[in-house]
């Protein structure tokens, strides 16, 4: 048989030195740090939990792909930067992927190119197929369905195990942010405030941990489906930690709603903390402080704080503590305004006594609802669950799931693994780039499958440390 060799590819010279390439590098892969997301899932078991809310009607005799490793191939393709479906024509070909979803013949994929045999990972058709599920009803071609409310369940489970076991406070950020839409998707419609067809997606994070991501149509209002989720959220926080637990809602005023605030209300132990959109009722309480903080101001800007019980004339059912921020800027007037209902003089437990105090409650404690957005931002750009391209909206909803999950892993690496090192309030991107995407020779014999990183990679002994820490690391 004739030899076939790959001819060289010449480059510009170096000195007396020619510089020549081939393709003749064997089995290589530019996500070897994907190694540690494997040991990681098998830590938190989160695609295991999150398959089992899928139902698979195919006939196993003839299934390549099981629905556990259709999902690994997806969420880890989007932990490691591969957004597009498309990507995973060349992916299925990736011997270090088939290690990472689980696949006993990591080089299917090669034999294949000669001609034999199927390939390890699913193309893109196949994975389509999975996503559709979440739209369509069973039939002949879309036998796998996705069941949306165990899909939602095991997201809230997963990120709330995620929090540690001795928290004694809990912090809830909601947020709402626009989904650009270019094409003509189900539920697309014009929103005002962004000036742009979008979906208006509803997020909930406890710190780093994302626990509800809801796509809903631009039309609604902000706060649309936050009690729904609020109750969701607090009784599965309850399971895990109990009643005693205190529990804090943070959002900015576009959740500030009576529904919202009666049902905290409503709840033990569970308190808010609201922006406030202001108004000119509003403004006239702070009229005289206003005034004073103008007269205080040197040219580089000055702000006082204040607080008193406020009520709107209809919409709100009760009177509620308002702290409002009078200050004045080198550009004018800029007063601001919270509702809460946390107590001024603060909790037992608390070691720092004013901590919700008018000026401690809203430059400490509401201001920090900011790094939330950064949370939403994240996501978005690292993890692409502005990937919404499909034209029916139950399937861009499964991806925004998807896309939570690549989030979660990443995230809770981040906040169990990394902490004390140099990544531990690294981006997702940052972690990617510098953890995970490295160069690496994929050798595979009868008894081991031998991986060999870079030799020049710069994170060699953070690589080693995170690997030790995965591997030591219990859930409690």
């Not at 994907?34 to 196993?60: M, Q």
């Not at 608390?350 to 008018?358: I, L, Q, T, W, Y």
């Amino acid at each position: 048989m004739t030899e076939c060799r790959q001819q060289k590819l010449a480059f510009q010279g170096l000195g007396e030195r020619r510089v020549e390439a081939d393709f003749d590098g064997g089995f290589l892969s530019t996500d070897g740090g994907g190694l540690l997301l494997r040991e990681w899932e098998k830590k938190i078991n989160l695609i295991e939990a999150l398959s089992t809310c899928f139902v698979d009607g195919r006939d196993h005799r003839y299934v390549d792909h099981s629905v556990q490793e259709l999902l690994a191939q997806r969420v880890f393709g989007l932990a490691l930067g591969y957004e597009d479906l498309n990507d995973h024509d060349r992916l299925r070909l990736d011997p270090l992927l088939a290690v990472m979803v689980g696949k006993v013949d990591p080089l299917a994929g090669q034999a294949r190119t000669e001609g034999e045999g199927q390939p390890a990972l699913a193309a893109h058709s196949t994975l389509n197929r999975l996503e559709l599920g979440a739209h369509k009803e069973p039939d002949r071609y879309h036998k796998i369905s996705a069941r949306a409310d165990g899909i939602e369940d095991c997201i809230l489970e997963q990120g709330v195990r995620a929090i540690p076991r001795r928290t004694r406070e809990i912090v809830l950020d909601f947020d709402a942010t626009d989904d650009p839409l270019h094409g003509d998707q189900e539920g697309r419609f014009f929103q005002g405030y962004y000036r742009h067809y979008c979906y208006l997606p509803l997020y909930c994070f406890c710190g780093q941990i994302p626990l509800w991501a809801q796509l809903r149509t631009s039309q609604c209002d902000a706060s649309e489906g936050t009690t729904e989720a609020l109750e969701k959220i607090v009784g599965a926080i309850r399971r895990r930690f109990g009643r005693q637990v205190r529990i804090i809602v943070r959002a900015d005023s576009g959740f500030a709603r009576d529904p919202i605030m009666s049902l905290c209300e409503s709840l033990p132990n569970v308190y808010y903390c609201i922006g406030l959109a202001r108004n000119e009722r509003l403004q006239r309480h702070i009229e005289e402080l206003m005034e004073q903080v103008r007269e205080e101001n040197d040219g580089e800007g000055a702000r006082a704080f204040c607080q008193f019980t406020w009520r709107t004339l209809d919409s709100w059912s009760r009177s509620r503590r308002v702290i409002a921020k009078a200050e004045v800027l080198d550009k004018g007037d800029n007063p601001r305004f919270i509702v809460t209902s946390l107590p001024e003089e603060g909790f037992a437990d608390d070691a720092h006594a004013g901590r919700f105090e008018a000026r401690c409650c809203y430059e400490r404690f509401y201001c920090a609802r900011g790094d939330m957005e950064n949370r939403i931002k994240e996501q978005q750009l690292d993890m692409f669950a502005d990937r919404t391209s499909s034209h029916w909206m139950a399937t861009n909803q499964l991806r925004l799931w998807l896309s939570t999950v690549a989030y979660m892993f990443v995230a809770t690496l981040r906040a169990e693994v990394l902490k004390a090192t140099p990544l531990a309030h690294a981006t997702v991107g940052s972690i990617r780039l510098k953890l995970l995407k490295i160069a690496a020779v994929v050798r595979v014999s009868v008894r081991r499958i031998h991986v060999r990183f870079a030799s020049a990679c710069p994170y060699q002994t953070l690589f080693r440390e995170v690997l030790q820490r995965i591997q030591a690391f219990t859930s409690a």
